[in-house]
Structures are given as C-alpha cells and as structure tokens.
C-alpha cells in the first residue's frame, strides 16, 4: 500500500478590507415587508391546517 506524505493546508493571507455595502434603507423596507406578508400567509395556513384537524378528530370520535 503506497504512502503519501502529509500535505499542510493552504493557508490564505488574511487581507484588512472586507467589501460590504450599507443596505439600500428601501430595499430593506421592501424585503421586511414581504417577509411579514409571507409570515402571515404561512401562520394563516397553518391555523387553517390545524382547523381542519380538529374539526376532523372531533368527526371521527362522533361515529
């Protein structure tokens, strides 16, 4: 069975400037927006959901 020699790990030079950029305020507004309506569509599908569930173990136990 051949043996290879250990290999050390490429370390990269750490550089002092990282690139990041302020967010645009309304972008962040719009995506905070949609991120609410899309929170409320889901909590609103999952109160339906478990509706539904109940309304359909409280059938089953009237049989």
Known sequence: MPTYPHSSPE????T???ATTAPCPK???????AKALKKG????RL???SGL???LH???FSF
Do not use: D, Y
């Open 58 to 60: 409280a059938l089953g």
């Open 11 to 14: 370390s990269v030079p750490a």
């Open 27 to 33: 972008l962040a507004a719009l995506k905070a927006r």
């Open 16 to 18: 002092g400037t990282i």
């Open 47 to 49: 109160r339906f959901f």
């Open 41 to 44: 569509r889901k909590q609103e």
């Open 53 to 55: 569930c109940a309304s």
